[in-house]
């Protein structure tokens, strides 16, 4: 048999010509370039939860690479990163325990269940605090009261910010101003915002708790929002 110099260290194969050699590209070349960047990294880190939760032995990085569910769990990475999930791990954990498949991971069915999660964990008062910070945040980059900032932005990245909880319905349904800046939209946009944002669950959640929304009200009110 004849001594190749051009072999594949990923998968193996051997190549008679250097020029061959150099062409090759293999999926488990192209994923061992992924699994260095900082998805693939994170990727990995979430595949191992998932294993642990599930009561199997930590995998080491190779059986990842070879996994059915690798693309899975960079594609989740990748969508927890640029969506801004708080806690990727908690979400995989909530996944199991709702039996959920890696692959559905992104739908909205399973980012709501994730968010009715989080409100039930967080109390209203710490989410009206990051709310207030990421209000005064933006109030102080467009040099306009905490109140304006709603006006500032597309009805889209106002969403984005309250799906990530930066904004939490909690003080919004509180605050005047949210609601002069909302009932101004579109009516197409105004319905697809509540729909979005789960309006029915929100105005339930926020009848049993007649206190804390009184508080909330007198917190919005303090700094004109
Ligand atoms: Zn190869």
């Known amino acids: 048999m004849i001594e190749s110099a051009w072999t594949c260290k990923h998968c193996k194969r051997r190549f008679i ?4 050699f150099m062409k090759h590209e293999c999926t488990q070349m192209v994923r061992g370039r992924e699994i260095q960047t900082v998805i693939g990294q994170s990727a990995y880190g979430l595949y191992k939860v998932w294993m642990e939760k599930q009561r199997r032995a930590a995998p ?3 059986t990842f690479l070879s996994s059915a569910y690798y693309s899975s769990f960079m594609k989740f990475s990748a969508w927890a990163r640029e969506t801004g999930i ?3 791990q908690k979400y995989v954990e909530l996944m199991i325990n709702s039996k959920i498949a890696p692959a559905l991971w992104r739908r909205n069915e399973a ?4 968010l009715e999660h989080f409100d039930k964990r967080t109390d209203p008062i710490t989410q ?3 709310t207030l910070e990421t209000l005064l945040d933006l109030a102080e980059g467009l040099e306009c009261s905490p109140g304006e900032v709603f006006s500032k932005f597309q009805v889209g990245d106002i969403l984005e910010l309250i ?6 319905p909690w003080l919004l349904f509180c605050s005047r101003s949210f609601k002069v800046w909302y009932q101004g939209l579109h009516d197409a946009d105004r319905s697809a915002l509540m729909k979005s944002i789960g309006i029915d669950y929100w105005a339930n ?3 049993s708790k007649p206190q804390v929304v009184a508080e909330l009200k007198a917190i919005a009110e303090s700094i004109g929002l």
């Open 205 to 207: 959640k926020m009848e």
């Open 60 to 62: 080491p990085i190779e």
């Open 86 to 88: 708080p806690e990727p």
């Open 163 to 168: 799906q990530q909880r930066r904004l939490s």
């Open 111 to 114: 980012y709501q269940i994730y």
């Open 128 to 130: 009206a605090t990051t």
């Open 17 to 20: 010509s250097e020029r061959a």
